[in-house]
Nanobody, 126 residues
Framework: EVQLVESGGGLVQAGESLRLSCAASGFTVDDFAIGWFRQAPGKEREGVSC????????VYADSVKERFAISSDSAKNTVYLQMNSLKPEDTAVYYC???????????????????WGQGTQVTVSS
């Protein structure tokens, strides 16, 4: 059974950092595209970042580029999202997702889809 369990969310002040973890079971992170989405109250869910299982290539939304970094640890079967210089507008529930593709092509971001975690809340105060 495929499972994704997020952790690491919390309440921080603007400018601080958090690291989210997505612990996977039922599959190997090296074999799947895995990404992070977020959803703020009253807004649509949006892709944040993803990493390909094959070559480890990464994709970032323009709003988080230069501040967030995604990485994968095959030994722990876990994907991380390091979030630096957090802003109040980063406040959202963050979801881990596995399956599909992770690609930036012709000016468009293509994020994974398929299996979803339960989400972890990130709140950034000003």
């Amino acid at each position: 059974e495929v499972q994704l369990v997020e952790s690491g969310g919390g309440l921080v002040q603007a400018g601080e950092s958090l690291r989210l973890s997505c612990a996977a079971s039922g599959f190997t992170v090296d074999d799947f595209a895995i990404g992070w989405f977020r959803q703020a109250p009253g807004k649509e869910r949006e892709g944040v970042s993803c990493i390909s299982g094959g070559d480890g290539s990464t994709v970032y939304a323009d709003s988080v580029k230069e501040r967030f970094a995604i990485s994968s640890d095959s030994a722990k079967n876990t994907v991380y999202l390091q979030m630096n210089s957090l802003k109040p507008e980063d406040t959202a529930v963050y979801y881990c997702v596995a399956g599909g593709v992770c690609l930036y092509y012709s000016g468009r971001h293509y994020y994974p889809s398929g299996y979803w975690g339960q989400g972890t809340q990130v709140t950034v105060s000003s």
